[in-house]
């Protein structure tokens, strides 16, 4: 089985720009979380949906968003990019009924 | 000006000890635990997972046990290997009664464990 995908795996931004993350999960999952790793907080919870609807939110502001497309693959956008955007957004794949979350590598986001 | 990074436990090992690697956990109603393994440039991997109606569950090398009593979880790796070294997480899924949480994850803010040949 394929494990989960996660494009481009870097990235670089200037402030201001918007970006679009991308993840394909484990075939078969439903579920498809979203994470942002950073030095200074560790990895935080920023969203999940669960068959092509969000379910559970983070405490992240409205310029980070994301979607979910009827293959289970997704998306998350961040608008109007800051500095501290700068981390390892990972994305994790499960089957959304309780069952264990599998990560993929992450995309390195640089903000400049 | 400069972020300052959380000040990770660390745990220092000869190969072929035994490490425990310890993780206080917060939400009392979570009811499925996972510790995942992270490489440096690499994203989190699962390495082994308990439910909260068990305190005890063994994988290969890995054993983890769980005290819902002083919310407590620990990792045991036996005869540790260089490869081990990584830094190692725990994760704390809190249940609710529609089952819609299942997809959010609370980390601990992790361990470097470092293992000597």
């Known amino acids: 089985k394929a494990g989960v995908t996660q494009t481009p795996r870097y990235l670089i931004k200037t402030r201001g720009q918007q970006v679009t993350l991308s993840c394909s999960p484990i075939?078969?999952?439903?579920?498809v979380s979203w994470y942002q790793q950073t030095p200074g907080q560790g990895l935080q919870f920023l969203f999940e949906y669960f068959s092509e609807t969000q379910r559970n939110k983070g405490n992240f502001p409205g310029r980070f968003s994301g979607r979910q497309f009827s293959n289970s693959r997704s998306e998350m956008n961040v608008s109007t990019l800051e500095l501290g955007d700068s981390a390892l957004y990972l994305c994790?794949?499960?089957?959304?009924?309780?069952?264990?979350?599998?990560f993929g590598q992450g995309t390195r986001l640089t903000v400049v | 000006g400069e972020s300052v990074g959380l000040h990770l436990p660390t745990l220092s090992v000869q190969e072929g000890d035994n490490s425990i690697i310890n993780c206080a956990y917060s939400n009392s109603a979570s009811d499925y635990f996972i510790w995942y393994k992270q490489e440096s440039g690499k994203g989190p991997q699962f390495i082994i997972d308990i439910r909260s109606n068990m305190d005890k569950r063994q994988g290969q090398r890995v054993t983890v046990l769980l005290n819902k009593t002083v919310k407590h979880l620990s990792l045991q790796i036996a005869a540790t290997q260089p490869g081990d070294s990584a830094v190692y997480f725990c994760a704390e899924n809190p249940a609710n009664a529609g089952g819609t949480s299942y997809g959010k994850l609370t980390f601990g803010q992790g361990t470097i464990l470092t293992v000597h040949p």
């Open positions: 075939s078969g999952h439903r579920s």
């Open positions: 994790a794949s499960s089957s959304g009924t309780g069952g264990s979350a599998f």
